[in-house]
């Protein structure tokens, strides 16, 4: 009898030890640590700044926890210098124990990191650095991308260009580095599978800030001007696209973050008439991005932008991923795992989940081409 009694003490302990909340077991493990890598200082200070708002908005508005944990962010500035990204990014891994790395802004510095992320099999979550190789050609296991690939908006817009727009002949002027590259060759393959032509290219330094030699090369009887630049450069380039006498005779074209947010803040009249192709905007018209909006402004006094909303819907994701692994971040692998099925059902920019096709690359290496979902939700946009 007491063998028995004993026998059901034991199986109602365990069935208690077992019910106990696994939130109360995540706290005990301390908050989930995640380092932050953006551009902080130098060029594009701005731009990391905007980067930075709209993360901590999204865990500002989740109060600062998921899956039962605390959720501490070291932040680290990566100067937009591939080899100081990938200091930075040591320090938070080796030295602060991070449990996962998000941010970053140049496709130079997501080159740069994928080999360390797959080296220390630690999660590295890429909302804005967008190069096209990294779940293409030369897939990273460790990486995960929540954003985009650099040619992913120009694959449609070329299409556009050509068959809506009418321009056939087109001259291009992008930054000189991978992202200027990717979202340049992105345009130019639809716009000639389409019957047009790339007649000139242009590349500009990172660090330039007179466009004058490159304006002046110009072909004048092209149909149109592709631009390609990010953060200060836009402005200049904008400017003194005017100040040469092209605006309003060459129409201007380009990548979308030539005319993002964080760009039209600053440009005047000089940015009108400017058509460019990009996945999200603050004049998004849906309840939730208007309620995004509002929020981001209250609390910032500025419109998002483009690099503030993906951060933003990056540090959604994550919280998704570590509420299904139920706060269980020291388990990299089903970390990881998780953090590519992450789902936001609502976010400013519309539902956000991976694609089947790239999970199956990030999980097998394999070889694919821009994503068809994507790529198809963006023509659609284009011809409303």
């Not at 380092?35 to 865990?59: H, I, V, Y």
């Not at 096709?357 to 990030?362: D, Q, S």
Request: hydrophobic content about 45%; charged content about 20%.
């Amino acid at each position: 009898m007491r063998h028995t009694r004993m026998h059901r003490f034991l199986m109602v302990l365990a069935a208690a030890v077992l019910a106990a909340p696994a939130a109360a077991l995540a706290a005990e493990r301390g908050p989930v640590k995640i380092g932050f890598l953006a551009p902080l200082s130098g060029f594009f200070a701005q731009t990391g700044k905007d980067m930075l708002n709209g993360f901590e908005l999204a865990l500002e508005e989740a109060g600062g926890q998921a899956g039962g944990r605390k959720i501490e962010v070291i932040v680290e500035d990566d100067e937009a210098v591939p080899a100081t990204g990938l200091t930075k990014s040591r320090k938070l891994v080796e030295k602060d124990g991070v449990n996962v790395v998000a941010g970053g802004l140049m496709a130079s510095t997501g080159y740069a990191l994928a080999p360390y992320a797959d080296a220390q099999r630690l999660p590295f979550i890429y909302p804005v650095m967008a190069p096209d190789d990294l779940t293409q050609r030369k897939p990273a296991k460790w990486v995960v991308r929540v954003g985009w690939s650099g040619s992913q908006n120009s694959h449609p817009f070329g299409e556009y260009a050509c068959k809506t727009m009418g321009y056939k002949k087109v001259a291009t002027i992008g930054a000189d580095y991978a992202f200027g590259w990717e979202v340049v060759g992105g345009f130019q393959r639809t716009l000639e599978e389409n019957g047009g032509q790339i007649v000139q290219k242009l590349w500009v330094p990172l660090n330039a800030q007179d466009f004058a030699p490159y304006l002046s090369q110009i072909k004048r009887d092209v149909d149109a001007v592709y631009m390609l630049f990010i953060g200060a450069q836009n402005l200049r380039a904008l400017k003194q696209y005017q100040d040469f006498g092209l605006t309003g005779k060459i129409p201007l074209i380009g990548g979308g973050v030539f005319t993002d947010e964080s760009v039209l803040r600053a440009a005047g009249d000089e940015a009108l008439g400017t058509i460019t192709a990009m996945h999200y905007s603050a004049a998004l018209d849906t309840p939730t991005n208007k309620r995004y909006v509002q929020a981001f402004r209250a609390k910032y006094g500025k419109l998002p932008s483009y690099y503030s909303t993906d951060l933003y819907v990056a540090a959604q994701g994550i919280m998704d991923a570590i509420k299904s692994v139920t706060g269980d971040v020291e388990n990299s692998a089903r970390f990881v795992a998780a953090a590519r099925k992450a789902k936001v059902a609502d976010s400013p920019a519309g539902p956000v989940e991976l694609d089947e096709r790239m999970v199956e690359l990030n999980r097998h290496g394999q070889v694919v081409d821009t994503l068809d979902r994507v790529l198809i939700g963006l023509r659609e946009r284009l011809e409303m």
